[in-house]
């Protein structure tokens, strides 16, 4: 659960760097938030899948997380986050034309 909790936060995080790195492609900071969050869940799902950490190591470790997972789940969620927002931006930017 505390990965989750990792990738979620890192997502919104990493939105909400992309809009400011990229302000044409910014959705505002609630939008950022909201993008990034969804996309930090889903860069972590897609990593875990992947045989990455993830959901499936915190069911194996009942002894808690190690350095790796919690670095995995912060670059993972960070990473969707950021990606997901600049998709989105450039969506509704295409959108708008």
Known sequence: MLEII?????????GNAA????????????????????GGGLGGQVLSMMGGAGIADAA????????GSFVSSLASGGVGGGVLMVVVGIVKGMMKK
Do not use: F, H, P
């Open 60 to 67: 194996a470790g009942a002894a808690g997380m190690d350095i």
């Open 19 to 38: 809009g400011a790195a990229l302000k044409d492609k910014s959705l505002g900071t609630m939008g950022n938030t909201l993008v990034g969050l969804i």
């Open 6 to 14: 990792i990738q979620l936060v890192a997502g919104a995080i990493g």
